[in-house]
């Protein structure tokens, strides 16, 4: 961790427009939320359908995609990141600086937001709230070092990851069964479950493998981009 | 502090950018000079440890520069490409250089440099709203900020105006003879042989030429130079050049005369007493060939 480049990793995420992209979805989730309450649909299910499809099906995936590219693919981008590379500093130490990054500030954006809308439909009823929160968290750390590391390996970060949200995490992780244990929302899920005594929340992924799983994603995803900046090359295009 | 590299390759694919280049770099100013895609930024980045060799090594003092994010206590590189972080200004921009180098004193590492490059002025504005000689000093302020051994500055004077190339001239030189190893690439003869003592010439990715200016100078001026001579009479004129030896051919075309001097010194001294001895007014002398590009070619035609 090096604090001077994650105060110019911040600056460069939330200090320019990009900040209303984090916004706008958390305010999209608070805003069904409310929309519930008022036609009364406030119900265990409905608050557990919102927290699966949206908080944790596309509000998550989503910021991830946002902060853990943005950290690091727009500098690669414009050649910013020389000055950041051209240090005495290990690149590993820079990948793992732009994680803690990307990880803290979709932690932010998806967990307080996932409590309080939950909240504001049901309470704490049924751990509910509490449950999905924690699952923004755990999943929201493993797609940001998940999308920091596709910033660092391709210069497309961007388009990929949103087909891997949609296609994969969206489609086949809901839909095809044995995907299912190789979705990072999926593990999410389970950790939700764990938390929450909901009755309408069930997950087949065992606790111990989404653990698991979720642990050797983000390390995984964090040392490998460490190992990619450490040959990274600016290609002669004089 | 040396820069050696020693059979140093470069491709892409098939196709060579960098072809078994050797040389020193040591202290003092070197200018690395050639064409536009003769393969100096790709140079340039192997020895900055922002590209790997495909074959060869490149070293500083011994030690392997790529992968080796030490190199960077000695060397300061100035990147080709202006961008750098717009949001910061000047003065942050600067800072952080300095703390990322975990200077003891950064800021006043960082006004120091700020200072070298004249931009105490504007060190409080957003680097987005710098001009592009302003963000050139800008950067060469981050890249001196710890005091580098080494220098290295890919294209530096591009999009200064002259006054800001002056000065960065004046301080680059002044760093050389600190005895300070820089190395700066750049297109032009003219910026390279005002700054340089040692002028390394690449072309088409092949080293060319290396000496001090004198000698880059002579042998660009010592070669077969054409030119395009108009006069009175030219079939006259022709036929008493042909038979002085430092005229290599002289073909007789619709637009004049075309002469190949070997001898670039005694064709001078030649041709206006021959036109005067032969009764033949001169109406023009144009040399045909002296573009930087055929200098290039021809250099590296002798070397190869």
Redesign the interface.
Same mark, same amino acid.
Request: aromatic share 16%; charged share 20%; proline share 2%.
């Given at each position: 961790m090096n604090g001077v480049i994650a105060g110019i990793s911040y600056r460069a995420l939330l200090g320019r427009r990009r900040i209303w992209l984090l916004v706008l979805l958390p305010v999209v989730l608070l805003a069904l939320a409310v929309l519930l309450r008022v036609i009364g649909a406030d119900g265990e299910r409905a608050t557990v359908e919102l927290m699966r499809t949206f908080a944790i099906g596309i509000m998550l995936p989503l910021l991830g995609l946002i902060a853990g590219t943005g950290v690091i693919a727009p500098e690669i981008d414009d050649g910013t990141v020389i000055h950041l590379l051209a240090k005495p500093i290990s690149r590993p130490v820079i990948a793992q600086t732009k994680f803690l990054v990307a990880a803290s500030v979709v932690a932010l954006f998806a967990t307080v937001p996932t409590f309080l809308a939950a909240y504001l439909l049901i309470g704490l009823e049924s751990g509910v709230a509490s449950g999905f929160a924690l699952a923004a968290l755990v999943g929201g750390v493993a797609y940001a070092a998940v999308f920091m590391l596709l910033g660092v390996v391709t210069r497309h970060a961007v388009t990929i990851g949103i087909a891997y949200a949609v296609i994969w995490e969206g489609l086949v992780g809901n839909l095809v069964p044995g995907a299912r244990r190789f979705s990072v929302q999926q593990w999410a899920q389970t950790v939700a479950d764990q938390v929450s005594s909901s009755f309408f929340l069930s997950t087949e992924i065992a606790l111990g493998f989404a653990a698991t799983a979720l642990f050797v994603v983000t390390v995984g995803a964090v040392v490998w981009a460490g190992l990619r900046l450490r040959s990274f090359s600016l290609t002669g295009d004089e | 502090m040396n820069i050696e590299l020693a059979q140093v390759s470069?491709w %892409?694919g098939n196709v060579v950018?960098v072809n078994d280049v050797t040389m020193t770099i040591g202290p003092g100013v070197t200018g690395l000079l050639g064409p536009? /895609? &003769? /393969?100096? $930024?790709?140079l340039l @980045?192997m020895m &900055? /440890? !922002?590209?790997?060799p495909s074959g060869g090594t490149v070293t500083l003092d011994g030690t392997r520069i790529w992968?080796n @994010?030490? *190199? %960077?206590?000695s *060397?300061g590189?100035v990147?080709e490409?202006e961008?750098? %972080?717009g !949001?910061?200004t000047g003065w942050q !921009?600067v800072l $952080? $250089?300095a703390?990322? @180098?975990?200077l003891p004193n950064p800021d006043d590492a960082a006004r120091k440099a700020l200072a070298m490059v004249e931009m105490e002025g504007a060190k409080d504005r957003r680097i987005e709203t710098y001009s592009k000689g302003m963000r050139q000093r800008v950067k060469v302020a &981050? &890249?001196l900020v710890h005091d580098p051994q080494v220098l290295l500055l890919d294209e530096p004077f591009n999009g200064m105006d002259p006054r800001q190339r002056l000065h960065l001239m004046e301080l680059i030189r002044e760093m050389g003879t600190a005895g300070k190893t820089i190395l700066f690439s750049s297109h032009i003869l003219e910026e390279v042989e005002r700054v340089a003592q040692q002028i390394e010439v690449l072309v088409a990715g092949r080293h060319a030429a290396s000496g001090d200016f004198r000698e880059i100078r002579r042998r660009m001026t010592d070669r077969p130079h054409l030119f395009r001579v108009r006069s009175s009479d030219d079939r006259r004129l022709a036929s008493a050049l042909i038979a002085d030896a430092s005229s290599g051919s002289v073909s007789l075309t619709e637009a004049g005369l075309e002469v190949r001097a070997v001898d670039f010194r005694r064709f001078t001294w030649l041709l206006p007493r021959v036109a005067r001895d032969a009764g033949v007014r001169v109406w023009q002398v144009s040399p045909a060939d002296e573009d930087l590009e055929s200098v290039f070619s021809y250099l590296i035609n002798r070397s190869g």
């Open positions: - | 470069r %892409y950018a536009n /895609g &003769a /393969g100096k $930024s790709t @980045h &900055a /440890g !922002f590209l790997a992968q @994010h030490e *190199i %960077y206590r *060397i590189l990147p490409r961008a750098v %972080y !949001f910061l !921009f $952080s $250089s703390r990322l @180098h975990r &981050a &890249a």
